[in-house]
């Protein structure tokens, strides 16, 4: 097509623009887009932005949308639309594009206001929102254009001038947005009171008795109460909902609230619009008195119904039974496969479930299809009633386009959804790109860091409107949620109580008669000798921070020198466990860090390169690619950590390293050493006769527990080198134990948990904290402890019901160990705080990256202050 002549009204590019988009008025999230499918002939992307900050409101101005008689996307007054930077258009570097939230392009934004935003969105400076403000016309359609910034009160002076300079804001308006912000952030820095108080050194009595005496009781979830029941639909609705009839297929006498549960998945596998005119939304899509859809979130109408999402989230509380649940929605939900995705460690228990849940003549034919025996046809697969399969094969599947991803299910469950949280992940890719009729996201925690948690799970289910793409949650949920704007609490509220079914163990209807759960905090003195060497890390990591603090930045410099300020904290958190985890472990590998750009990988290096990236792991360190926990990390010869689908993806497209720019091949990568049990471990600096101030704790109230007939007890860390300590000591003091960390497969974890429930001289269970606080039932023990604590307080809370759940018949006690005066007490304020804001949800703002480096560094600080 040759260029077209601009109208006179038409300054925008001077042709419909067909080349590749590379970047958007996001500009990481664009970054990620074109770095996972980058354009043929494409310029390549610079990765080395590993964090954002966080943006707010500058202002705004009126604006309009050109060149829309040349294409064909459709808007309405007060609609939602993206914007989309096009640096690669043929007619006009500076154009910014138009589309509305179903892809389809509007026009673009007019060249002489083009030319001033471009450059800021392209360097990262600030970010657009667009919405629809009059009816388009022929040339040309109304928009208002809202520019958001850095919160850094020096950065945001200089942009302002700037701003005020190319005459995109007022100074008038930045005046009135500036109170704005500094209000809103006033409202939600207020601290919680909640914090716990010491109560001194523990008595040296074994009993339990003196034990609880000298602890504080406390009620961890009821800090801050729960974010996601304050969205869904109420305790007194709940209890009025309709009751399924008993599945006569199921063995197993549903209690109330689960043929409640079942009737509601029942009725979301099939849901339907409201008539012409009713003031009832469904999946956020409502109908006026002429029967246009209109969504109420990015305000689009559509004449021919939008299509509605089968399926849902059911994130009832842990131990409420979502199994039993979803088993009976396969037994009566009609015929088809069903297939199950979930973690390796529960893949056994559903076919446990099925069969022991089932009649047997009505049973449907079980799957597990994993490892190197799965059927390699989809005509296989179909013959089975349900097919159940794990994450990492999922992935692999995808990747392969394998028999999971040929086949139309039923529908497709995801067991602890969370997983897939983050949308750009593998797992969350490979989810969202199978077909079924109906698919469903069971987990306790359907919200674990911030809202963006729930988008990816609206995007695996499907929704319709917008809403399902990144940049547009962000606009019209995640952003203003973060303002605290009543209309996208709104909003939420409505998806929540649409799509969310959420009861908890304490509610009068659920009545599960659980015995009572006490949690205790039990503060330890340190030893005279522990607490020495504890000040002289304590003023160490304060001087790295202090450090870190005062110098300026620098390319490649500030990660690293953040680096060492979370090593150091790491020791810190080990020492307040047992002093040797640390001994002489980061001599060596400073002198590497320290000396050394790129490391020839020979044994000795590579040794200490996974050492290395132990530190990254254990600190719960980000991707500064995708921006989450580590998941497959692997380290560089130029000692940076990333996910290893992420960097393998970067060596593709460019063969170097996103952080430092150094020459990069697969070869040059290093993966974590297999995690070892004790029986593996070699001798190591590990002082065998050496006891802590918390292992003896520990074995007190082991003593004392165990001196109750039957009692059981989990004890959970996060570091494996941890519990080879506490197995050792509990060699020495002769107990039986029974052991489940990540260098055990399924079969032997299977025989560990056996061991448990049915061995009654094994009274004691040494668990990893993240293998398991998921999927597991433990109700056979009665008492946890937890041996340290966890950033993220969702996850010690799902590790303790693997306990207190259905299914437990003795009161539970909870242990949770704090040294005095330490980093561990702070990590509790910091985990109430997070209780309390809800991982920070309302307080995230919406980009990958943004606000994180913010609220981690507000994290450290609390913690070495």
Known sequence: ???????????????????????????????????????????????????????????????????????????????????????????????IRIDNVFGSQVGHIPRNVASKLAPYMDAGDIDIEVVVSGPKQYYECPVQINIYGTTNPMGRLALEDRLKKDKLVKATQLKT??????????????????????????????????????????????????????????????????????????KAKLLPYQLQGLAWLTAKENPSFPPPGSPNSVQLWKRDVKGNYSNIGTNITVAN??????????????????????????????????????????????????????????????????????????KALKEYGVVITSYGTLSSEAAAKGPLSQIEWRRIVLDEGHTI???????????????????????????????????????????????????VFNMVIGRPLGLNEPRAVALLQHLMKDLCLRRLKDMKFVDLRLPVKTEYIHRITFWEDEKKKYEALLSEAQGALKEFQ??????????????????????????????????????????????????PLNAKNCALLQQALQLFIESQEECPVCFEAMKSPAITHCKHVFCRPCISKVIGIQGKCPMCRAGLSEDNLVEPAPEKGIEEEEQDNLDRETKSSKTEALLKILQATLK??????????????????????????????????????????????????????????????????????????DTVVLADSWWAPAIEDQAVDRVHRLGQTRETTVWRLVMEGTVEERVLDIQAEKRELVGKAFQEKGKKGEKRKETRMADVIKLLA
């Open 550 to 599: 005062s110098r300026k930045k620098g390319p490649g410099a500030e990660k690293h020198r953040f680096q060492s300020v979370l090593e150091r904290l790491l020791r810190l958190r080990q020492t307040c466990n047992h002093w040797t985890l640390c001994k002489d472990r980061i001599t060596d590998l400073l002198r590497l860090l320290e000396n050394s750009d790129v490391v």
């Open 421 to 471: 949280r983050n949308a750009k992940t593998k797992a969350a890719l490979a989810a969202c790109s199978l077909k079924a009729q109906s698919r469903w996201v069971l987990t306790g925690t359907p919200i674990i860091n911030n809202i963006r948690d729930l988008h990816s799970l609206l995007k695996f289910l499907q929704i319709t409107g917008g809403i399902e793409q990144a940049d």
């Open 177 to 250: 947005t500036r109170k704005q912000n500094e209000l809103q952030r006033q409202a939600m820095g207020l601290k919680s009171d909640g914090s716990a108080v010491g109560l001194g050194a523990p008595a040296v009595e074994v009993t339990l008795e003196d034990l609880t005496k000298t602890s504080q009781s406390i009620n961890v979830r009821a800090t801050g109460g729960d974010f996601v029941q304050t969205l869904a639909i109420g305790e007194d609705q709940l209890s009025q909902m309709p009751l399924a009839e008993q599945p006569k297929s199921i």
């Open 305 to 378: 119904a939008p299509s509605l999402l089968s399926g849902g989230i059911l994130a009832d509380d842990m131990g409420l039974g979502k199994t039993l649940q979803t088993i009976s929605l396969i037994m009566t939900g009609g015929p088809g496969t069903t297939l199950i995705v979930a973690p390796v460690s529960v893949m056994s228990n559903w076919e446990q479930q099925i069969q022991r849940h089932v009649h047997e003549k009505d049973a449907p034919k079980v799957l597990i299809y994993h490892g190197t025996t799965r059927q390699n046809t989809s």
């Open 1 to 95: 097509m040759p260029p077209r002549k601009r109208a006179a009204d038409d300054s925008g590019p001077t042709h419909p623009a067909k080349a590749p988009r590379i970047t958007s008025s996001q500009p990481t999230a664009a970054k990620r887009e074109a770095f996972q499918n980058p354009p043929e002939g494409a310029e390549l992307i610079d990765l080395t932005q590993s964090e954002e900050e966080p943006l707010e409101l500058y202002g705004g101005f009126e604006s309009k949308i050109v060149g829309v008689r040349y294409y064909n996307g459709v808007v309405t007054v007060g609609e939602v639309v993206v914007s989309k930077r096009e640096p690669s258009n043929q007619y006009d570097a500076n154009a």
């Open 708 to 781: 109750k007939n039957g009692s059981k007890v989990i004890i959970f860390s996060q570091w494996t080198s941890f519990l080879n300590v506490i197995q050792r000591q509990l060699d020495e003091a002769g107990y039986k134990y029974t052991r489940i960390d990540g260098s055990m497969n399924a079969t032997k974890r299977d025989a560990a948990i056996k061991a448990l429930d049915e061995d009654p001289n094994t009274r004691i269970m040494l668990a990893s904290l993240a293998v398991c606080s998921v999927g597991l039932n433990l109700v056979s023990a």
